[in-house]
């Protein structure tokens, strides 16, 4: 026994209550370890659901996917089925997809356009705004039911910023802006670059990988990983391109990219500094020559450079808590819990309806690019990770504090904290408030 003593990393572990008092701030240290169970712990990702997906504003669609009145989008939220609608005065509203009768989901269509919803279990029908509007057999019903008690429940909070709609279940949440902050600027860098007036979200594509949807929202704000994790694309391009391209831009700290958090759960990884030209930049993708020869021709130069660097990556990862994360040049993606140990990313594209094809295609080409490549590799970490933390309780501390007590974080006037680029910084700050959000005394809710 006594040799194998020096080999002992450190003392047997205490069982660590994973809810203690509704207390969190055990699970998450001050020197930047992160205990293992708020990644595998059913009981904790059940909590999320309500004070996190509950508590917050979390992102639900972009305006431009119901364009016009009636259309509707279902989607999750926290694991709540969700039907965002457009009414007939052109609001949005997001109705919870559960009958009022006996709980049945009211509608079945991913997207579509409906003025009403009618239930396929005994027919009651609800309008688009929520409204009850009939109930079968209605006499059988006594002279104390109350229709309109009746109605779907429906979002107490609604907001949106450039097209972006937010929702929250708790109607105390602060005003969105206040929500995103120092955010909201670089929502509108991307906005005002990338993005015309006829900007237009499309679907590009889903994948689901079988681990906590915090690891997906960590690794977006992660640059450390890319040299290593994506080695087989970099070095792919490197041998088919040269160097100059997509990824080489980070070899390490000496660079002027930055990671910042910007407060409420937000982060970004700020690779502008690096990327002058997105168009330069990105990695050769097919029909690159041929689309940019047209733009040429089409255009003149000044203005061909334009569209082209409107379709590369743009250099910004804009995470927002907890669901979301804008890459630059207007894509996005949507994190969906599904459980402790499973997550859907549903990605999305931005097409300019007032800009030439050719910008259109190739802003589709990229995004084949690196997400359809770069992802699975991110994925196949996230299961791995998720399979060592949730099998080995002798080892409990995840370890974020890479740049802490070091000269390379600053503090600036408007609260954001800037580090060096592969710094945890941005992935500590969520955390801090995941615990506020955890720990807070929310009261999730519907209006009907
Ligand atoms: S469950 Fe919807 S009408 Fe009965
Ligand atoms: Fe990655």
Not at 381 to 401: G, K, N, Y
Request: one cysteine or more.
């Amino acid at each position: 026994m006594a040799d194998i003593q020096p080999l002992l990393r450190r003392p047997a572990p205490q069982p660590l209550a994973s809810n203690e008092n509704g207390r969190f701030d055990h699970l998450v240290r001050p020197d930047g370890m992160v205990h293992r169970t708020v990644f595998t712990d059913p009981a904790i990702f059940e909590r999320e659901m309500t004070q996190v997906f509950g508590g917050t504003w979390v992102f639900l669609l972009h305006a431009s996917e119901i364009p016009n009145t009636n259309d509707f989008k279902c989607i999750t939220v926290g694991r709540r089925p969700v039907i965002v609608t457009r009414d007939a005065n052109g609001d949005i509203r997001a109705l919870m997809n559960r009958c009022t009768h006996r709980g049945t989901t009211v509608c079945l269509q991913a997207q579509g356009n409906a003025s009403r919803f009618q239930c396929a279990y005994h027919g009651w029908s609800f309008s688009n705004t929520g409204e009850l509007l009939t109930v079968t057999f209605a006499e059988g019903y006594g002279p104390g039911f109350d229709k309109a008690a009746h109605n779907l429940g429906r979002f107490p909070r609604i907001e949106t910023h450039g097209g972006y709609v937010f929702g929250s279940l708790n109607p105390d949440v602060e005003p969105l802006p206040e929500w995103l902050g120092p955010a909201r600027a670089m929502m509108d860098w991307s906005l005002t670059a990338f993005t015309t007036p006829g900007a237009r979200v499309v679907r590009s594509s889903s994948m689901v990988f079988n681990a906590n949807w915090k690891l997906q929202n960590d690794n977006n704000g992660d640059m450390y990983h890319v040299p290593f994790t994506h080695r087989s694309i970099a070095q792919m391009t490197a041998e088919r391109h040269g160097a100059g391209k997509a990824l080489d831009h980070f070899r390490g700290d000496k660079t002027p990219m930055v990671v910042q958090y910007v407060g409420h759960g937000h982060k970004l990884i700020d690779q502008r500094p690096a990327i002058p030209s997105p168009w330069e930049r990105a990695r050769p993708v097919p029909g690159r020559e041929a689309y940019s020869q047209a733009l040429h021709e089409g255009f003149g130069p000044e203005q061909a450079q334009h569209y082209l660097n409107m379709t590369g990556r743009a250099g910004i990862n804009l995470i927002l808590y907890p669901n979301m994360i804008i890459s630059g040049a207007g894509s996005f993606n949507v994190y969906e819990p599904v459980a402790v140990d499973k997550t859907i990313v549903h990605s999305y594209s931005v097409v300019l309806d007032d800009a030439p094809m050719a910008v259109n295609a190739l802003k589709s080409r990229f995004l084949e690019d690196f997400a359809g490549f770069g992802y699975r590799d991110d994925n196949e970490i996230f299961e791995r990770i998720q399979h060592s933390l949730s099998t080995i309780p002798e080892m409990e501390w995840v370890d974020f504090s890479k740049g802490l007590g070091t000269d390379r974080e600053s503090v600036g006037a408007d609260g954001t904290i800037t580090g060096a680029v592969s710094d945890e910084t941005g992935i500590r700050g969520a955390y801090q408030y995941w615990v506020e959000l955890m720990e807070r005394d929310v009261h999730p809710c519907v209006l009907t």
